[in-house]
């Protein structure tokens, strides 16, 4: 081989280096990455692609109306800042048919996502509306402060659904199991996760040891995925609850997270940002 052609093959094996290492180095990026200057974030939900995060604002009881919706893309690039704002003080959202349900501090609104159309309904009785779930049309929403959940109608129509007299359980995170045919509740002021029926009655609750008290849950099969929120834990058990699990430690609250197969978005709402990463 001739100088030239030893200088060209040695070029050559320094760009891919070079090249292998920016891949690697940006796919580490990707897939582990903190988005910044969150108002408090508060949960999580990816849909169709696109990233949506609650942002209470100043406060979780402010009815100032400085509370608003991110809009990012699946790696955690904002697409848009406030894609949706004049809210009191979001939590909970859940995506539905083209549609944003969204728990606003004692409303429900319902944002169309394509043309960001906004329709609220007041929730009569309620003080701190917290995690949503919507279930054929139906929305069922957690009210952490009156130990209530709330069922509103596809046309708006609002009913208490379950109420306790049972100070303790300050129901947050709210998810269906298609399994148990019940929804899955889960306490805040404590580590208990309730089973209610779709006729409003208290089935079972499970006491897990170790734990403090709940905030985001999200179910997956057989698998159900909670947050300690004073931990700052994520935990996997099953459906019966006997054993977990601690998956992800953030040593900061962990609020409404979401997940799937390839991704965890955790909305770490006391240092106003959000993980994107892998749960393990």
């Given amino acids: 081989m001739d100088k030239m052609s030893f200088l060209k093959s040695k070029n050559m094996l320094t760009f891919?280096?070079?090249?292998?290492?920016?891949?690697?180095s940006g796919f580490k990026f990707v897939t582990e990455n903190e988005v910044l200057g969150l108002k408090h974030p508060e949960s999580?939900?990816?849909?169709?692609g696109y990233l949506y995060?609650?942002?209470i604002g100043s406060s979780p009881v402010s009815q100032n109306l400085d509370g608003f919706i991110t809009k990012l893309d699946k790696y955690g690039n904002i697409l848009e800042y406030k894609f949706i704002d004049g809210l009191k003080a979001p939590k909970g959202i859940f995506p539905y048919k083209d549609k944003l349900y969204i728990a606003d501090l004692d409303r429900v609104c319902v944002v169309d996502l394509v043309n960001r159309k906004k329709e609220c309904v007041n929730?009569?009785?309620?003080?701190?509306?917290?995690?949503?779930?919507?279930?054929?049309?139906?929305?069922?929403?957690t009210d952490t402060a009156t130990n209530c959940i709330y069922k509103i109608d596809r046309n708006l129509g609002v009913n208490k659904?379950?109420?306790?007299?049972?100070?303790?359980?300050?129901?947050?995170?709210?998810?269906?199991?298609?399994?148990?045919?019940?929804?899955?509740?889960?306490s805040f002021n404590r580590?208990?996760?309730?089973?209610?029926?779709?006729?409003?009655?208290?089935?079972?609750?499970f006491y897990l040891k170790g734990l403090t008290g709940f905030d985001g849950l999200i179910v997956r099969k057989d698998k159900v995925y909670i947050s300690d929120y004073r931990t700052g834990e994520i935990i996997e058990t099953d459906l019966t609850f006997k054993k977990y699990t601690i998956i992800k430690e953030f040593n900061t609250p962990v609020a409404d997270f979401y997940l799937n197969k390839s991704a965890l978005y955790a909305p770490l709402l006391e240092a106003n940002k959000l993980f994107v990463g892998k749960a393990q």
Wanted: aromatic share 16%; charged share 15%.
């Fill in 16 to 24: 891919l280096a070079i090249f292998i290492l920016i891949v690697l």
């Fill in 44 to 48: 999580a939900f990816l849909y169709k």
């Fill in 53 to 55: 995060v609650s942002n």
């Fill in 123 to 141: 929730v009569k009785g309620s003080e701190f509306l917290n995690d949503i779930y919507v279930l054929n049309g139906d929305a069922y929403v």
């Fill in 161 to 186: 659904f379950y109420c306790s007299n049972d100070n303790g359980f300050s129901p947050n995170g709210i998810w269906f199991s298609k399994k148990l045919n019940a929804f899955i509740v889960v």
């Fill in 191 to 205: 580590p208990v996760v309730n089973e209610i029926d779709l006729n409003g009655n208290l089935m079972k609750s």
